[in-house]
T-cell receptor
Framework: AQSVAQPEDQVNVAEGNPLTVKCTYS??????LFWYVQYPNRGLQFLLK??????LVKGSYGFEAEFNKSQTSFHLKKPSALVSDSALYFC?????????????FGTGTRLQVFP | DTAVSQTPKYLVTQMGNDKSIKCEQN?????MYWYKQDSKKFLKIMFS???????INETVPNRFSPKSPDKAHLNLHINSLELGDSAVYFC???????????FGSGTRLTVV
């Protein structure tokens, strides 16, 4: 079965500094990978996805993610963090096992950006 | 227009009651899902429907019964509510091919 792991429960970064939220994956076949963000008391918002093509994927709100096949990673990055980026971030992978189609989520990483 | 809309947004009810959550998508997607987010924020798939047909039922108690009257709607009915059912329930939809999954804003269910 497919899975993703987010090794950090929380990431703290100062405003203006670059941020990285880590995700590693375990899949059979080619991975479809996603990042979602959840602001407090809000739903899940799509940030970006990797299906195929360029390893560097650009998404919403200035976020990008780098697909690294050799390291089986899909880390989320932003060059300059904003306080408003503080939220819960989920990495996810598409799972087609047992003839189903669903997203499997990581455990989430809480990003805290300090002024 | 909201792409995936759920009602109600908040639901507070007593143990033992029966309640329903409704979901509608206007994206023309073929597949709809219910996910549960527990108190630790873990997200887990519960059900999926493709063109009104149940595809996934992930070891969810029989008290939970999804119903899809048409491709654009997927409702979740819960019988005999228990304290442990308190969670946020997210509806989602996707087109064939898995190129994007759109989520609703969630329904926060509190069982007292």
């Amino acid at each position: 079965a497919q899975s993703v792991a987010q090794p950090e429960d929380q990431v703290n970064v100062a405003e203006g500094n670059p941020l990285t939220v880590k995700c590693t994956y375990s899949v059979s076949g080619n991975p479809y990978l996603f990042w979602y963000v959840q602001y407090p008391n809000r739903g899940l918002q799509f940030l970006l996805k990797y299906i195929t093509g360029d390893n560097l994927v650009k998404g919403s709100y200035g976020f990008e993610a780098e697909f690294n096949k050799s390291q089986t990673s899909f880390h989320l990055k932003k060059p300059s963090a904003l306080v408003s980026d503080s939220a819960l971030y989920f990495c996810a992978v598409r799972d087609l096992s047992y003839n189903t189609d669903k997203l499997i989520f990581g455990t989430g990483t809480r990003l805290q950006v300090f002024p | 227009d909201t792409a995936v809309s759920q009602t109600p947004k908040y639901l507070v009810t007593q143990m033992g009651n029966d309640k329903s959550i409704k979901c509608e998508q206007n994206l023309g997607h073929d597949t709809m899902y219910w996910y549960k987010q527990d108190s630790k924020k873990f997200l887990k798939i519960m059900f999926s429907y493709n063109n009104k047909e149940l595809i996934i039922n992930e070891t969810v108690p029989n008290r939970f019964s999804p119903k899809s009257p048409d491709k654009a709607h997927l409702n979740l009915h819960i019988n005999s509510l228990e304290l442990g059912d308190s969670a946020v329930y997210f509806c989602a939809s996707s087109p064939s091919g898995g190129y994007g999954y759109t989520f609703g804003s969630g329904t926060r269910l509190t069982v007292v």
